[in-house]
């Protein structure tokens, strides 16, 4: 319908002032117009005669409105018809007027923008009418729309709010954003808007006009007046204007408010009416362009767009940016889209495919490169008429543009000039589009944290002459803060003050919002107006106006300026603009998607891009000059990398290492160019406390980009070349000196006792470097680290003031910066500490920064920042006082002020709130760890000196362990220093207090955890702190007599038979051959060293294992001591293989040998080697020898080199016959009693010669013998013993000690005879000659000789151990001539002599059946034989009570004890595993543990299984163990206490009495009366607690036992036990499951129960965290709110605030569950290979422990599991629908995996499997998505890349995609790792690891964002 508007005046009559302007406003209409066919809807202005006021009329088609005078002209809205009136726009006047004519309240709804708003407008300003306007906001309260109380001269009174104000005066109030109003706040006009009727707090009554002016016939008007009964006019009107909510986010209506109104939708305008617009505005711009971008405009708007979920396109800003296409219409318009609708920061990729999709559909993509602006070439300023302007010239694509741009009052600056603006290329061209946006609208830049986005706001601001008005926005911000904050004048009145927004506006500022994505949309919808149409309406109830429309009023109604501000209406500056600055909106997060549809339409956005690589060194190197070229170009890489990937991890990472934080990096490089920039990069990610799976992503990136840890970092450097020191005003930490402060408030200067140590100076080093760059630091760490420590003392030695504040929930920003309170009814405002350090220059010391909101927390951003902040009291903080120039209420900083933050790390179990997150980046980070063990050492020996050390070291190494535990989250509290600290300074004061009964101070808070307390005190146990043993825990071995000693008779030498004296014999010289080095990998391997007297003393006192495999045998062990050290070196033949270790050390050492010992013998090869510690200067070198090929290999363990030695000995063979006719069975020995000399002698069995080989000169000595030898004892460096084969004859072998070159030396050879004592009957006895097994190499001292025999006496001896005694002593052998008498101790049986011949299976051949290892070692210094025996051959029967099974062992160790004629048997655990090769094994030992001595008084053993077990045998040892081992358990426990009062009369008031005397005398039992009783306690007696006295009378003694008090009596734990099982029984005949399954169950839910438990713990946490209560402002009861002190003065009742759940916000989608899908794979494979790893079960273990976590969290984690195996890629296991809900459902689905997998097909699906979960995923909606897939996949068997997986894994960003590899052969799981993307992919070589591995992956993503 085409519409025509009339304009009918009276010709040539004197119009009214409106009638004049209706008619300049329409005369546009009219020209050019057609004339209509007759329908049409008209406007016309009827005049009815000259002057008269009222009278005229509207029509608008065939309605009509009289006109009536307004009272207050100044009200009615100005300027807001547009020329053409469009139809649809006369459509809805017309519809308003008739509702007008009814009276009836309108609510206009449509979508949003400023539409809705300038009709409602439009049609007051036709009808001339008043307006109030409120912009609601979730801060409305009644009193805002009611009365409102303001005090004058000390009396409250109530000033009419808008409602009020307007039904009095017959105004219309337009409410706007009915959706942001809390609920139940606008119930309050329900009777207004009905019946025209309200109560008013003051007592008065608004009443309607109808029912006044009834009641004004029957009374007079002064009688209503007294009644306080108020007219409410009859004009008055409400018009509504909201969004309709299920589509928009906010509250409903609420029914009965919106039954009130009449509704009209307000859509955007039709097609072409907007089209219209768009080409009047753009006349320069092709028409098909334009009508192209206004197609695509409204498709988005379309309702099938909104269910794809984007946002509206904004229509209404359409014109702004068809008007800057006129001005450049060479621009691309896809650019210019993006603008008013940032599509690809806004929406996930399938909205930007859709976007993109419809831009092609109208040919809106551009062709080529798009052409964008490129810089600004020059800026000059223009003033017309007082409004000041700028031209600006923008150079694009090739042409220069210049356009006319608002500007500010300063002058202009040129282009990028500012000193520290850094110009690159991206910049210049943002500043560019900048400007272009400028000339039309408010413009919001984008951009994320650091990267720039104040500084291009700055320089913009500069460039035009602008003053800057930063407001740092925090999420509690109400609009008052915003707008206008109340505060009391000097006379007490209240009063408002305009916020600086407000001031700024008036003032013609640039507003920099910063944070704008922080605040609350509600909040922020009271700027809707002031962006939109420049206009606002104020608390105080002044009006600010778009300037045109101030001047057009002025001129209309003739009044100046000060009658205007008079009447509160003043203009906005045509220069005000605002800059909104944000960080990018989080795609797909609930709580994160700030930029909605209402946001689009308030701003032109502009998305600042990260820097490029180029720009960003391009910035740094002109910021910082002289950095080092090298680390900055690794550092870029490094970040761009991370930048780049999708990986949500390394985007977190990225977000920690902004460009800010780069150039933070840099100019600590360029200050200190030798510092490590691993080291920085770690710094500023904090990464100590990253959660595992995001520092491994880390570490693999720093790695790839060559960032290495300097090498001098593991070294501590030491406390004495690392001070710090005060040397004349200066202060000096490690490398870095200070000037020191002077101080004025020395008070304030922290004085704190700190005792140095290294790491802590290290850190104080650290954090002087960036104090002095000027740096605010920021300290975190675990609790009790010792943080508030380093910052006392760092201030203290810098001797500067601190002002201290301690955050906390209910922190707010008020307290943080001013503290209001009254004072004789005025408000006064204390300074917080922030605000004083600020003014002097202190340090402030923020504690416990992560406990308050972070949206507390980020005002300190502009602090640190811009060095600005505004406080509540109207003053600010400015960073330079050149800002200053004569402003008031101006606190400058000073410029000593520093900060310095304390916060905990982030994540559980801290759940503080994420500080680091939100504002780590304006911070130099500084991580805060425990000490090292060698530093806390130390520092405990500070706190403790008196604590014996070797508890200061238990407890470092246990707390040391529980540490790295927690941080592999098994446990989850860190236990830090302070606990330590805290033990070691009870122990000090209290020593003899055991250390078991100390630390339970620390561990009594998890006695109630089981799983905790179990690792608690398996830990704790390992390192030997025997927490829960009782002091009568002592089980030593028992002792049995040993038999008398025995005379044998001598020994004599050099008697022959043949009567030859001794035998000569040669020997020769050859230099050795020696062949290498070669190097040799030595692999190292932790240590696990278990304290093994944790529960109850006995002999053993460490053990720990050797990663030993199942085949392996081990068959020789030595141990060498050097200096303090003791090293152990274990040979293992099977491969051969060599483990070495410091017997204290934390790490063993393994070397594979098994391509180097050369295969000699032909058949089955049973290598047997032996080893052979060399001693300094050859220190660390060992000899192996196998004894069958008679190799010898020389290893360097500290050069990592092996050599092969050659002795001649060996040439003579090989000439003699080739190896493989070589006769079976030869042997070569080594005898190595004196290779700690560094020589060695060499024999083989039965062979004659003996070659003696010197390692260090490099020679062989080879002596030839006239005997065929059996076995070789070297009894003295110069005499050996030989034992001749077949005859077991003794000789005696002596030579000069050292065989010189030249003369190359005889050797003498006697024979030795053993005779035996006479019998006295002259008959001799013929003694079976019996071969030693080991005989010392040294003499018992002459104390231990006499004590041994029994007289004293002092010679030359050595004590020997054969089979068929415990022990013999030679005496006087071998260095006297005369014969040695011989003494033993004889065995009651010989241990079992084997049976000569055995026969073997290969080829019948014969085999001596001795084992080659006898076992036997000779401690002199305890004067102990020690040796293991095999079970058999022990008197078990002795040693054990008739009823009790002796215990499975590897065997017993034997100690003689010749001190104290005592034998002792202690048995070795047995191994828990053992080699297959049974008969190998029994040629190598006849028990299953091998023996070596360990130090002076004990014995090392290694059984089969690689468990290495130290012993201690030494009694005097023992004792002194023994009774350390007490003090740390401590008496306090089981001692009886009394409470004593000792008083001055010194008697004592209570005291333990003798009790009666009984006359019969008979025996008392307990009883606590009768003294001679037993057993009692109190009185005397024998065998009680706590008499005063022993006394016997004569009974029996009755003993209360020891365990008396913790007993429980039988029958109670039996009641105990069957309750339990009974409940057990009942629990499963519920869910029908049988015992069988439940003990089926039972042991896969028994593996994985700490993982659960663990997780569970954090869930539950988190769903606490979730749960936490907001403040609720407004409340009637609760704590003071301070902001609304001066409501409470004005005599509110809602000024209170409270803790509640807060409702959810306004349309904030509902808190959709994560969701989980866990792939498991159930191929064949895995059934096959179970065997082998458990793989198959730990699979099923790990499904257990996801079924068993996630039970009862299902509304928060959804989660289904699926198989794949070669049936298909999509076996259902668990629905997402039927979760398992018992444990007879959950073994159901255990039992169908296992299942599966033992009837699949074979074959491989891992990639579709997890192709398809994780497109599948996806389809619900839900927060996050996980798809966690388990394979054992052996990709590279099925050919398939890896990198193809890399890319499924990472194919949806949506998708958290982890895969769990099950460890495959070799190195090609770590090969796959390798490609795969960092912290996605694990690895499980062992199989256990698996639920660790998941648990890992939960909390350290799943959990750290819920």
Known sequence: MQSRLLLLGAPGGHCGAASRRVRLLLRQVLRGRPGGDGQRLEVRLVHAGAGADTGDTVNIGDVSYKLKMPKNPELVPQNYISEPLSQSVVQHLRWIMQKDLLGQDIFLIGPPGPLRRSIAMQYLELTKREVEYIALSRDTTETDLKQRREIRAGTAFYVDQCAVRAATEGRTLILEGLEKAERNVLPVLNNLLENREMQLEDGRCLMSAEHYDKLLKDHTKAELDAWKIVRVSENFRVIALGLPVPRYSGNPLDPPLRSRFQARDIYFLPFKDQLKLLYSVGTNVPAEKVSQLLSFATTLCSQESSTLGLPDFPLDSLPAAVQILDSFPMISIKHAIQRLYPYPILLGSEGKMAVEGVLKRFELQDSGSSVLPKEIVRVQRMTENRISQACVTVQVAGKEVTIKVPAGTRPLGQPCASDHFIQTLSHKQLLAE???????????????????????????????????????????????????????????????????????????????????????????????????????SLYDGSRLLREDRYMRLKEELQLSDEQLQERSIFPIHPSFRIIALAEPPVIGSTAQQWLGPEFLTMFFFHYMKPLVKSEEIQVIEEMVPNIPQEALHKLLSFTHKLRETQDPTAQSLAASLSTRQLLRISRRLSQYPDENLHSAVTKACLSRFLPSLAKSALEKNLADAAIEVSTDDNLEPELENFKCEVVSGSLRIGAVSAPIYNAHEKMKVPDVLFYDNIQHMIVMEDMLKDFLLGEHLLLVGNQ???????????????????????????????????????????????????????????????????????????????????????????????????????????????????????????????????????????????????????????????????????????????????????????????????????????????????????????????????????????????????????????????????????????????????????????????LIDIKGPVLINIQEYPIERHEERSVSFTEACASWRLPLDEMNLICDIATSHENEGNTLYVAACNPISLYFMNMTGKSGFFVDLFDIFPRMASGVWHPFVTVAPLGSPLKGQVILHEEQSNVILLLDTTGHTIRRLVIPLEEVISKRSSWWSKEEGETYKMCKEFSHKNWIVFYKEKGNSLTVLDVLEGRTHTISLPINL??????????????????????????????????????????LKEELPSTGFGVTQEGEVSIPHKISRDQLSSKNLSSAVGQKIASPNRILSDENSYATIVVGFPDLMSPSEVYSWRRPTSLHKPSVTSTSFYGGKKKDGTPKQSNCATLLDTNQVVRILPPGEVPLKDIYPKDVNPPQTAGYIEVTDLQSKKLRYIPVPRSESLSPYTTWLSTISDTDALLAEWDKSGVVTVDMGGHVRLWETGLERLQRSLMEWRNMIGQGADRYMQITINRD?????????????????????????????????????????????????????YQVSDAEKDAVPEEVKRAAREMGQRAFQQRLKEIQMSEYDAATYERFS????????????????????????????????????????????????????????????????????????????????????????????????????????????????????????????????????????????????LKTMHAHSQFCMSGDHTLEGTKHAIKEVVKEEADEYFVIVLSDANLSRYGIHPTKFAQILTSDPQVNAFAIFIGSLGDQATRLQRTLPAGRSFIAMDTKDIPQILQQIFTSTMLSSV
């Open 784 to 1070: 009790g680290v010792g943080k508030n420590k380093i910052v006392d003392r760092f201030l203290h030695l810098l001797n500067r003031p601190r002002e201290y504040i301690q955050l906390h929930r209910d922190t707010t920003v008020q307290t943080l910066t001013l503290q209001p309170s009254v004072k004789d009814g005025l408000i006064v405002y204390e300074d917080s500490p922030l605000v004083k350090a600020v003014k002097l220059g202190h340090v402030l010391v923020v504690d416990e920064a992560d406990k308050a909101p972070t949206n507390v927390t980020c005002i300190l951003k502009t602090l640190v920042e811009n060095g600005e902040m505004i406080l509540a009291d109207g003053r600010r903080i400015v960073a330079n006082s050149a800002n200053v120039n004569g402003r008031e209420n101006v606190v400058v900083v000073h410029p000593d002020f520093r900060m310095i933050v304390l916060a905990n790390r982030p994540g559980f179990p801290f759940l503080g709130n994420d500080f680091f997150g939100t504002l780590g980046d304006i911070f130099s980070c500084h991580a805060v760890d425990n000490p090292k063990p060698h530093s806390e050492l130390e520092m405990l020996k500070k706190y403790g000196p008196n604590v014996p050390e070797p508890i200061l070291q238990k407890l470092v190494a246990a707390f040391g362990e529980l540490r790295s535990l927690a941080d592999q989250g098994i446990i989850n509290y860190p236990y830090s220093t302070r606990e330590v600290v805290n033990i070691v300074k009870h122990l000090q004061k209290f020593p003899t207090e055991g250390l078991s009964s100390v630390v339970r101070n620390v561990f009594d808070f998890d006695s109630y955890n089981n799983d905790m307390k179990e690792i608690l005190i398996n830990t704790l146990h390992k390192y030997g702190i025997p927490i829960g043993a009782k002091p009568t825990n002592v089980h030593l071995a028992k002792e049995l007599p040993l038999p008398e000693q025995t005379f044998m008779g001598y020994w004599t030498t050099g008697h022959a038979r043949d009567g030859m004296q001794k035998l000569l014999c040669p020997a020769e010289t050859h």
């Open 1545 to 1597: 009369s010194g008697e004592d008031v209570s005291s333990p009495k003798h009790g009666k005397e009984d006359p019969d005398n008979m025996p008392h039992v307990g009883g606590n009366t009768w003294a001679g009783g037993t057993g009692g306690r109190d009185t005397a007696g024998l065998g009680g607690k706590g008499g005063p006295y022993r006394l016997d009378a004569g009974h029996p003694v």
């Open 1270 to 1311: 059996k076995t070789v004892f070297l009894v003295a460096e110069d005499k050996w013993l030989l034992v001749e084969s077949k005859t077991n004859q003794k000789y005696l072998l002596t030579k000069l000690a050292h065989i010189e070159s030249e003369d190359s030396g005889v050797c003498q050879l006697y024979v």
């Open 434 to 536: 900048m400007m272009q946006s400028h000339m039309v609208k408010d413009i919001c830049l984008i951009g994320g944290k650091g990267c720039g986005k104040t500084v291009i706001a700055k320089n913009f601001a500069d460039t035009l002459g602008y003053n800057i008005e930063p407001i740092m926005l925090h999420q509690d911000m109400t609009a008052r803060d915003l707008l206008q904050q109340r505060y009391t004048l000097p006379n007490g009145d209240t009063a408002w003050r305009s916020s600086p927004l407000v001031n700024a506006a008036v003032e013609g500022k640039l507003v920099l919002l910063d944070g704008i994505h922080r605040v609350n949309a509600g909040t922020l919808a009271v700027l809707q107006r002031l962006i939109h149409d420049r206009e606002l």
């Open 1646 to 1789: 028994s593996a994985v129960r700490r993982q659960v438990s663990s997780l569970r713990v954090i869930l539950d946490n988190l769903q606490a965290k979730g749960k936490e209560r907001q403040w609720l402002r407004h409340q009637a009861t609760g704590e003071l709110d301070d902001a609304r002190i001066i409501e409470g003065l004005t005599g509110e009742k809602a000024i209170y605030k409270r803790r509640g759940e807060l409702e959810p916000q306004l349309g904030s989608p509902q808190l959709k569950p994560k969701r989980l899908r866990l792939v498991v794979d159930v191929s064949g494979s895995m059934y096959r290979f179970n065997g082998v790893d458990g793989r198959l079960e730990r699979s099923m273990e790990a499904v257990c422990m996801v079924m068993e976590a996630f039970e009862n969290y299902e509304e928060k984690f959804k989660y289904d599991i699926i198989g794949h195996s070669g049936d298909g890629y999509n076996i259902r296991l668990v629905p997402v629908d039927k979760i398992p809900k018992d444990n007879k459902q959950r073994l159901e689905i």
